[in-house]
Each structure stands twice: as structure tokens, then as C-alpha cells.
């Protein structure tokens, strides 16, 4: 049956196109964003899956930043530490020498006192960002005996999130500590015979003499300057071992970002290959709609030619 109220095959073919380039228009905004999930209406599973993991991602760099800038801190102090302990080394050889009787231990300790300003200067040196871990003020009202620093971003199966952390214990590496002197190179002891106070930063043997009792006190500053050295070797072994794992913990985190961005592009992003080849075939689609339609349209002009004379 030909009508002239409804044509049903030009309804039919207007369908199709309309449903070609509805297609042709999802697939073109693919190919121009890179997304086959770019909002909630694409996919409301995936995107918000998606969107979360892109912030937690974002939170992960931000660790990622937050170590480096921890390593630099770590490694400024194991190097100040690796410094000093080459210093008292040299006091603790020193002190050595001026046991010899005969030794003029003023020479020596104008030596020494040489070696105990480097100290001072290594101290006060080894600072990043406005801290240092090496010469403190314990008294300082924002004085922390151990620093944090931000190594991890977790989010939990229930959706709770949490900020891991490493820790450095100050105090045990301290050389200098301004509230006190307790640190490992201005603590003070006294001597037996003598009665003097002394710490490794301090000691002065200039006033000693070949006398059983002043070689007895130099044997106690030896002693002293060699505990000092011993603390600081496994103060650096500790400090050393935190750097590296800082270290482990940065290569970590740069390859879980990596992994996290490539499980956010299975979910969302758009294969070019096959969306390339989709496009072609549509737009062959719409061609093929076109004519047709066009065709279903001419039909009805068969009608007129019932009307001729």
C-alpha cells in the first residue's frame, strides 16, 4: 500500500540515519577526547572507579615529591655525619700521637682545636630547608625528637583513607645539642686525675704532662673520643640504611603511579585502532542512509505520475 499520509519506508530510513550518526558522533568524541569513558553518562562505574583512582594517583606524586624532598634532609645529615666522623678520626689520631712522651702537646692541640672548629662548622653547616638534624636546641619549643616523613597514601576496601610514614630519630644522631650539651660531641666528661670537664668538641690537652697521672686523663680523653666515634659510625650505619629505603620507597611509588595510570586507561581510555575503523564504517553507514532515504523520499513522486494525462 502507497500512501501519501505516511511514508514508512522514508520513516525507516530516517531511523537508521539518525541511529548511523548518533553513532558516528559517540565515536568522533572518542577519537577527539582519547576517551571512551569521558563522563558518568558513558559509563557511571567506570568513571567514578576512574575519577577516584586519578586523585588518589594525584595524592601518590605528591608522596612521591614529599620523599624526594625527605631524602635531600636525610642525606644532607649522613653526609654532615660521614664529615665528622673523618674529623674525629683525625682528633682521635691526635690524641694518639701526643701520648709519646716528649711531645709537645701544645702543637698538637693547636692542631686539634683546628679539627674541633671543622666540627663546629659541620654542625651548624648541615641544614636543608631551614632544618638540621646534626646541631639542635632541644629547649626550642618546636623541637621534635624524631621527624616524619611522608612515604605512603593508602585507601582501605571500606573507602578509608591513610598517610604512612618513616621515621628518624633525631636525638640519637644529634652532635650538638644547644639545651644542655648532649649531643654527641659536646656531652662532657671529667677527667680523674684532673677534675676538668671536657666533651670531643671541647678537650684541651695543651696543660698536660708526661706525669702518669695527666698520661692517665689522656687515656680517658682517648677513650672518650674513640665511645664518640664508635656512636657516630652506627649513628651513620642507621642513617644510611633510612636513605636507602627512602630510596626503595620513591622507586616504589614512581612505578605505582605508572601502574595505577595504566589500570585507569583499560577502564576509560579509547582504543584509536578500533575506534578508527568504526569511524570509517559508520561514515560508509550514513553515505549508504543518505540514499536511501533519498530514494524513500523519491517514491512518493511515482504517485504524481498516476495524475498525468
Known sequence: MMSIKTNASAMTALASLQATNKSLESTQN????????????????????????????KAIATVKDALGLGAAKVDTAYTGLNAAIDVVDDIKAKLVAAREPGVDKTKIQAE????????????SSASFSG??????????ANYSATKSIVASFTRATDGTVSVGTLTIDVD????????????ILDTESTTTNGGVNYSVA????????????DLADLDEMIGTVDSALQSMISRAGDIGAAKKRIDMQMEFVGSLTDAIDRGIS?????????????LQALQVQQQLGIQSLSIANSS????????RS
Open 30 to 57: 572518542r577519537i577527539s577526547t582519547g576517551y571512551r569513558v569521558a563522563s558518568a553518562s558513558d559509563n557511571a562505574a567506570y568513571w567514578s572507579i576512574a575519577t577516584t583512582m586519578r586523585s588518589d594517583n
Open 112 to 123: 686539634i682545636a683546628q679539627l674541633q672548629d671543622q666540627l663546629t662548622s659541620i654542625g
Open 131 to 140: 632544618e638540621n638534624w646534626l646541631s639542635v636546641d632541644s629547649s626550642d
Open 172 to 183: 640519637a644522631i644529634k652532635l650538638f645539642d644547644a639545651n644542655g650539651q648532649i649531643g
Open 202 to 213: 671541647t678537650l684541651d690537652i695543651s696543660g698536660l704532662t708526661d706525669t702518669s697521672a
Open 266 to 278: 583499560t577502564l576509560v581510555d579509547a582504543d584509536m585502532n578500533e575506534e578508527s575503523t568504526r
Open 300 to 307: 512518493v513522486q511515482t504517485v504524481m505520475s498516476l495524475f
